[in-house]
Every structure is written in C-alpha cells, then in structure tokens.
C-alpha cells in the first residue's frame, strides 16, 4: 500500500497531515506549522511539477516536491 | 550624574512583517550598516531617543521564523540573543508579528520569551485588521503571555509613541519562561541537561546543545562537551519536533480565546494575480518583460548619470592639478586617487536604478513568486530558484550580486551561484566591449534592419549566461559537496512598495558597493599610479630621451606632453610587466601594450581603456572617439597589419567575457565562502577559459 502524501494532491485539494519523515524535513518546515494535525491546501503547481505552493498553518509557502513527498496526509 | 548609559533594543521578527518599517520609523537616517565582526551579514544599527535623556541604539536583526537558524543571516539572531556576555545582547527585545499570521509569528515569540530576556510583542499591521476581519484582545494576549503587548502600524505610524513608553519601562517586563515548556517535552533529557549546564536557563542550555556548531563565542571545550552530550542522548530531531508541537498547542489554546478572525472578510486578490504571475505561459511572459524593463533602464537611462559623473571626474582632476604645485603628492592625487574614485562613482547609477527595481519586485511579494517560477529550471543547472536575484544583479556588478546569493539555504546551489556569477556580463565590460565592437566589426545592418554591432553585443551577453549556465551545471556534477533541498519559500501577501523601505534598501546596498568594491579598487589604483609613475633608469631620464628622439617638438607642446607620457608608461615598472608578459600573451594577439592594459584592467575591467588611452598618447583622454583613431592606426609589428584587426579583436572580446578580471569580486567572494580556494578556483579556471578561448579564435580566424 503507498501512502499519500502532499506529492500527491491536485490542485486544489486538501488533506490532514498525519505523519512527517521527521529526519527528512528542516526543522523550519516543522516550524512554520507544518505537523501531524495540520490541514494543507495544494495551491498552485509550478510550471515543471515542480516546486508546490501548499497553504498550511496559515502560511503560504513553496516547498520542492521530495520535501512534499515526505509529508504524509489523509486527504480530505 | 554622567550621561544616560545607551539603552540597546534588539528588533526581531518574521520576514515580511514590516520590521525593517519599523526600524525605519524609529530612527530616520540615522542608521548606518556595518558587518558583524569576522562574518559578512550586514549589521544594521540605528539611533533615536525614547525621551529628552534616553538615547536609545537599535538593532535590526535579520527576519527569522525561529530561533534555530537555517541561513547565516539567521543565525546572527540565535548568536545576539544567546550570549549574554557579548556587546550585542540587548537589554530589551522587540519582536515585531503580523496580525494576520499571528500564529506562527508567536511560535518564534515562544521561543524568545524562553530565552528570558524582556520582550515586547509589537503586532503590526494594526490599520488592516478591521478590513480583514482580525479582533485580538490585547489585554487577554498580554496575560497569557506574560508581556507587553502593542498594536502598531509602522506604515501609518500607528502606536509607535506607545511602543517607545514600553521600552523606556523594559525592567518591569517579566523575564519568566513560558509555562515550563522545556520540560514537558522531555523529562529525562531536560533533566540531565540542566545538570550538566547548572548557569544556564533550560532554553540556553537546550539552544546551546542543539546549535553548538552555530555558534561562534562557544570555546572547543564547551563545544566538544556539547557533542559528548549529544552523543549519550541521540534524538534531538525527535525532541525539537515534539517542542514544537507543543509550543503550537500553547499558542492555539491562547488564539483560541484572544484571536477572532472572520474569513468571510479576507480578500481573494493573492488568488488572482497568483493565477496571472504564476501562470505556465504569462508567468514567464511577465517576468521576462519585466526583465527587458530593468535592462533597458540600466543600459539606456543610466548612461545621462554616467556621463555626467566621468565629466565631473575629469575636471575634479584637471582643476586639481591647476590648483595644486606640481610634485609627486599632487600626481598621486590627480592620477591616482581621483580616477580610482571615478572608477567607483561611474558604476553607482547602474547598481542604484538595478537595486531599486529588485528591492521594488521584493518589497511587492513578487520575487517570491519569480523564485517559483523559476527553481526548477535554475535546478536542472545545479543552482536554486533564489539563484535568480543573485543573476540578474551581476548584469550591473558581481559584488553586490555574491552578497544577495545569502539566503540560498543549501551550501551547494549557493556556492555554485557565488562562483558563476562573474560570468555575467557587468557593467564594467561594457565600456570595452563598445571600444573594440566599434573597431572590428562594420557600422552595418543585418537584413537592412538588425544592427550588425549591436547583435554582436548582444551574443557576448548570451555567451557569458550560457557559460554562467554550463559552468554550472559542471559544477554541480563535480563538487562533492551534499546536497540538502532545503528550499522553503514563504509566499508573502502582495502589497504596495514602502517608497521609504525601497529608497532605504537602494541606499543600503549602493553603500555596500562603494565601500566594498570602493575599497579595493582605489587601494588597487594608487598601486598602479605608483608602478607607472615610477620606474628604473630610462624612466627617470625620460624627458632628456624623448627631447633627443623629437628634436622637432616644442617642449611645451601638448604633443610633447603626451609624447613624454607614453615613455614614462612604456618604461614605468608596470611598461616592463607588460613586456614581460608579452611572450604568453602572443599567441593571443596582443603585444606589450595590451599586456599593460591588461595588468592595469586587472583592478577594475574599465581601465582598460583608460589605460590604452595613455599608452597610445591620446590628445583628448575622455573622448572615445579619438582614442578608437588611434587605436587604428596602431600597427602589428610583425605583419605590418593593423594591430586591432578582427582576430585581436574578437580574441579581446571574447578574453574579457571569461576572465576573471576583477580584484574586488575575489576579495569579495573570499570574504563570502570564507576560504581562499573558490576565488583562486575562479581566478585559475575563468583565466584559463578565457586565454584557452582567445588563443582558439585568434588562431583560426588568423
């Protein structure tokens, strides 16, 4: 079974964030809201697939996509 | 009673929160912005009075989002904040929040409060709660976290009075610790951790565990102590994530009952021009428009100031050296030290006018946007989408253009765009490239429309991104260096530039210019007034010479003048380096002379015309046009052919898009990378393209 993580989201869709790869992601990440618990909103995609604008915590922020696929989710 | 002893306020916060307007509010232009001593992150300070006997000092510390810093702007805060022995530590913080995104300004609050120090919680933005449906029950806030708390709008200069009267009153502001946080996370550890540091605060104890390796004033053995600790207790990452999560609970239990917002009220505009800016097509379409806009200005409206500033140069030194009696001080004044400032002042327009279009696409939320856009093609190069800022700059100077590269959080892609930069072309090329362009290549019109020289100018710039681009890319597959992705970029609200905040950030980064490439440049000219203007033997009897060689000459001509000029330069110390380089600059088709303006042109590229100038004894030395006469008439002396022929010429051209002709940028990308081995990697490889390359064009076009 794959998990689903914000890599996987369209544009537009949302999830709960259930688990982060903690040894994976920056500390900043986590720190800027980013934590089992969250809501985050896919917004936009950059031309390329790459980087992702997710809304999360209340912040937009770009992220690049190997960081997203670190972020597990359950989508909403 | 001695003079009231300066009270030193430390301003802390978020990017984007109108921190730097504040700053700006509170002290006018009465800042200046030096370095921290021994790193290269620029250290602002400014001056103001809170009251009639209370002069105050501030500093503005570079935006953060917390304590534990991922740039080495960041961790200037987490070094001033945690080492109460240093100059540095304030007596009181000021951390600046907006209203909007109060929740996650607050975790970067949480943190600072636990570090104990007085802090007050300035919320800014204050006039735009009402139209985004914001409420905040301060008094509630101010209770629940054990502070001063003010509603400000820096802008609109909204409770900046208030702000000022908290200050003055720091000593009232409790200095306790939010709610025994620390603990919580981690009984066990927290426990060991305060035995082990018993002098410090848990939090102290805590960063200085965690950010050892951060922080400078930190001795071997308190370092090596701090690893040992780490070593027994390995599952830092674990514990940060889990204080993070319940500093997050903390703050939303608070929110929760002291912060309202009404959504129905925020505006869906960010949605909107999103859609536009960051579109796959009018995406791109915009910011190159945007782009040919910056170019156009810095190649078209520049060149007024510019001229302006070498005329005003010109007559400084030719009414100089009226005034003054002649002798060696007043030589050195007038051929020295006097061009070596108009060597720095003539580039001030460009770098001005290209900063106030960067600081104006930052200030409105749009460079953000344009890092998105572009970071994964600037990946596929090896570089980072924050690459693109540092780019553009070089087209006016590489030096400020290294400094922005500052905040590409990976090591990697930030090397990498601190050594390719100087392959863009910069403004200091330009006045060469436009000399020998009018030599070489015919006054003609490709298809009756495209100018023929013009087209030529631009491909010497296409040639130096694409070997910006390539180096790049080589780099990234040779340098072992580990690569993290930590790339987050907060996509902040669009709104109107601040005309104080970008008029300061021009100021700011003209200044960093001046001082850090002015330096060098005039040290560097007053060394090479000094080689030509001295020399062995036939220099000092120059004058007998040229008299026996011209019998002819009045000697009080201005041909004799000139005449006498040129030998003291051809025999001068720096004529002799000339020649002595002459045998490894052959096979590129330069002789002595250009070997002169070569070494000359070393300290700053645009010498090199000047430089000719001399040599060539031209009669009217700021005219282009004379000098370009002359330099075509100059004959190889070998074939008994023009010297400037389309060979030489183009080898000259194409040696100039490569090399790395420039102190100051070694100096400053020393200064950056904090080794002497990526200026000389620079020096070594850009050198050796550039010869390798001119050699090949000279050979097969000749």
Redesign the interface.
């Known amino acids: 079974m794959s998990k689903i993580t914000v890599a996987n989201l369209k544009v537009g869709e949302r999830g709960l964030i259930e688990q982060v790869a903690i040894e994976h992601i920056p500390l900043n990440l986590l720190e800027m809201g980013c934590l089992p618990g969250k809501e985050v909103e896919l917004i936009q995609v950059a031309p390329f697939n790459d980087p992702l604008y997710i809304r999360v915590n209340g912040s937009h922020l770009a992220i690049r996509r190997d960081v997203a696929a670190k972020i597990q989710i359950i989508k909403l | 009673m001695s003079k009231a002893k300066i009270l030193k306020i430390a301003l802390v916060g978020n990017p984007n929160t109108g921190k730097t307007s504040l700053f700006n509010q509170l002290t006018g232009l009465k800042q200046n912005v030096g370095n921290y001593p021994g790193i290269t992150v620029d250290r602002k300070e400014g001056f103001f009075n809170l009251n009639a006997t209370t002069p105050a000092s501030i500093i503005d510390l570079p935006g953060t989002?917390?304590i534990?810093p991922?740039t080495l702007d960041e961790n200037i805060v987490l070094e001033t904040l945690l080492n109460p022995n240093e100059s540095e530590y304030p007596d009181v913080v000021v951390m600046v929040a907006d209203a909007?995104?109060l929740?996650?300004n607050l975790?970067l609050f949480s943190q600072l409060k636990d570090l104990e120090i007085p802090i007050i919680l300035a919320i800014n933005m204050a006039d735009q709660m009402k139209r985004k449906g914001i409420s905040i029950d301060i008094d509630a806030l101010k209770a629940d976290l054990d502070t001063e708390v003010v509603l400000i709008s820096a802008r609109k200069k909204i409770g900046i009075e208030t702000l000022k009267k908290l200050i003055l009153d720091y000593k009232n502001i409790s200095t306790k610790a939010l709610d025994g946080l620390s603990i919580k996370v981690d009984e066990e550890f927290f426990g060991a951790l305060q035995k082990t540091y018993p002098n410090k605060s848990l939090y102290q104890a805590w960063l200085t565990i965690t950010q050892f390796h951060n922080l400078k004033h930190l001795s071997i053995s308190e370092k090596e102590a701090a690893q040992e600790f780490l070593n027994c207790h390995n599952k830092v990452?674990?514990l940060?994530?889990k204080e993070?999560?319940l500093r997050?609970q903390l703050i939303n239990n608070i929110l929760k009952k002291d912060y309202k917002v009404d959504r129905l009220k925020g505006t869906d505009m960010?949605?909107k021009l999103?859609k536009v800016l960051?579109h796959?097509v009018f995406?791109?379409v915009i910011f190159f428009l945007i782009l040919f806009v910056i170019f156009q200005s810095i190649f078209d409206w520049a060149i007024y100031p510019m001229d302006f500033i070498e005329r005003m140069f010109l007559q400084l030194s030719n009414w100089t050296e009226a005034q003054l009696s002649p002798g060696v001080f007043t030589s050195l004044i007038v051929n020295g030290i006097i061009p070596g400032l108009g060597g720095i002042a003539i580039f001030i327009p460009q770098i001005a006018i290209l900063f106030l279009f960067i600081a104006i696409l930052e200030e409105t939320g749009y460079m953000?946007r344009v890092?998105?856009?572009m970071?994964?093609?600037m990946?596929l190069f090896g570089l980072s989408?924050k690459s693109v800022v540092p780019l553009m700059s070089g087209t006016a100077c590489a030096i400020p253009a290294i400094m922005a590269a500052r905040n590409i959080?990976s090591w990697k892609e930030r090397l990498i765009t601190i050594l390719v930069t100087p392959f863009i072309t910069c403004s200091a090329r330009l006045p060469i490239y436009a000399i020998i362009i009018a030599l070489i290549i015919p006054n003609e019109r490709i298809f009756g429309v495209l100018s023929l020289q013009a087209t030529i100018l631009m491909l010497l710039y296409l040639v130096g991104f694409l070997s910006a681009i390539i180096s790049a890319f080589i780099l990234d597959k040779t340098l072992k260096i580990k690569k993290?992705?930590?790339?987050?970029?907060?996509?902040?609200n669009y709104k109107l530039p601040s005309p104080k905040n970008v008029a300061y950030a021009v100021i700011e980064k003209t200044k960093a210019f001046i001082f850090g490439a002015g330096k060098i440049i005039l040290a560097l000219s007053m060394v090479l007034w000094f080689l030509a203007s001295n020399g062995p033997a036939k220099f000092k009897n120059a004058e007998q010479i040229v008299i026996q060689n011209n019998p002819e000459l009045n000697q009080s001509s201005k041909t004799f003048s000139k005449k006498l000029g040129s030998y003291k330069l051809q025999h001068s110390y720096i004529g002799y380096m000339g020649h002595a380089i002459e045998p490894i600059i052959k096979p590129l088709g330069y002789d002595w002379k250009i070997g002169i303006a070569l070494i000359t042109s070393f300290a700053a590229r645009e010498v090199f015309v000047g430089t000719l100038a001399t040599i060539y004894s031209v009669e009217n030395e700021g005219d282009t046009e004379t000098i370009r006469e002359r330099m075509k008439m100059e004959i190889n002396t070998e074939t008994g052919k023009p010297l400037f022929d389309f060979p030489t010429g183009m080898s000259l051209l194409l040696y100039y898009v490569f090399a790395m002709q420039c102190m100051s940028t070694l100096a400053v990308v020393k200064r950056e990378t904090n080794s002497w081995k990526w200026p000389a990697l620079q020096l070594f490889f850009m050198t050796g393209i550039a010869y390798l390359v001119s050699f090949l064009t000279y050979t097969f076009l000749s």
Do not use: C, W
């Open positions: 989002y917390s534990n991922t909007e995104n929740k996650r975790l990452k674990h940060q994530h993070t999560i997050y960010r949605a999103d960051m796959r995406g791109y953000s890092v998105f856009l970071d994964k093609i990946r989408g959080n993290h992705s930590f790339f987050i970029v907060e996509m902040p």
